[in-house]
C-alpha cells in the first residue's frame, strides 16, 4: 500500500524538443501528489515525450522538470504497444517478472517469492494459464494486461501510461479502468496519454490539454470544455514543420 502523500512532478517553462524541434513548449504547472491526470491533446502535441522526459528518458530543452518525493527508480512507465518488439521470445511470466528489477537490481537474482508475485499479478489481471505464453501469440489486449501485471509487480509510486487502451477490447479496457481506479485510491501519482474524450470524463478528474503548447490544466470538464479543445484543434493545424526550434534559455 502506497501512502496517501504520493510523489509530484513540477514542470517550470519546460521545453522539450524532437529533432531539434519543439515538442512542448513552455509548459510550466504540477502534477499533484496522488493526482490521476489525462494527458490529452491532437497527434503530434508533445504528449508521450513529455511522459519520456518525466521517466527521464530525455532531457529538457530550457526550463526545468522535477521530481518531488520520488526518484526516477520509483517510476513505472507503460509504453505505447505499438513500440514493443513482439519478436522478443519471452514468455508472459518471465515479462511480468521483470518488474522485481528495481528490487533485485540489475544483476541480482529472482527470488521464488518474486516468481510467485509474478504469477499472482498476471491472475489479478485474468491471464492466469497464460504464463508459458510467448507475448508474440498474444493478442493486443492480452498483451497490455500482461504490462499492467508488470506494473503491479513494480510496486511504484508514479505511473506512466502512454495509450493504455489502444487496439484493446471494452472488456479489457474495463478491467484495466479498474485497476487504474485502485492505484489512485492507493495514492499513487498517475499520467495517462488519451485519446478517448468521454473516457476521460468519465474516469480521470483532471485533464492536461496541449497542442505542443499548453491549453488548459485543472479539472476535466473545466480543461476539456470545447472552447478549450477548438483552441487545440487551432493551434494543431496552424503548427509550422520548418519552424526553427527555440532559443535555449539564457
Known amino acids: 500500500m502506497v501512502s496517501s502523500a504520493g510523489p509530484a512532478v513540477r514542470l517550470h517553462d519546460l521545453t522539450l524538443t ?100 509474478a504469477r499472482e499479478a498476471i491472475a489479478a489481471v485474468g491471464l492466469a494459464g497464460f504464463e508459458r505464453r510467448v507475448i508474440g501469440t498474444l493478442s493486443g489486449g492480452q498483451l497490455q494486461r500482461a504490462l499492467f501485471a508488470r506494473m503491479l509487480l513494480q510496486d511504484a509510486r508514479l505511473l506512466l501510461l502512454d495509450e493504455p487502451f489502444a487496439a484493446v477490447d471494452a472488456r479489457t479496457t474495463r478491467d484495466l479502468l479498474a485497476l487504474i481506479a485502485r492505484w489512485h485510491g492507493e495514492g499513487r501519482t498517475i499520467v495517462a496519454v488519451l485519446h478517448d474524450l468521454e473516457l476521460v470524463r468519465a474516469h480521470f478528474p483532471e485533464a492536461l490539454l496541449i497542442a505542443r503548447e499548453p491549453v488548459a490544466w485543472g479539472a476535466t470538464a473545466s480543461a476539456l470544455s470545447p472552447a478549450n479543445l477548438l483552441a487545440a484543434r487551432r493551434m494543431s493545424e496552424a503548427w509550422d514543420e520548418a519552424a526553427l526550434p527555440c532559443a535555449q534559455a539564457a
Open 18 to 117: 524532437y529533432r531539434r524541434h519543439p515538442a512542448v513548449h513552455h509548459l510550466s504547472g504540477r502534477f499533484a501528489p496522488g493526482s490521476l491526470t489525462a494527458l490529452v491533446g491532437p497527434n503530434g502535441a508533445g504528449k508521450s515525450t513529455l511522459l519520456k522526459a518525466i521517466m527521464g528518458a530525455m532531457r529538457p530543452h530550457s526550463g526545468r522538470l522535477e521530481l518531488e518525493g520520488i526518484g526516477r527508480q520509483d517510476i513505472a512507465y507503460l509504453p505505447q504497444i505499438a513500440e514493443l518488439d513482439r519478436s522478443f521470445p519471452i514468455n508472459v511470466l518471465d515479462l511480468v517478472a521483470l518488474g522485481a528489477w528495481r528490487r533485485v537490481g540489475m544483476f541480482g537474482r529472482l527470488a521464488g517469492s518474486h516468481v510467485e508475485q
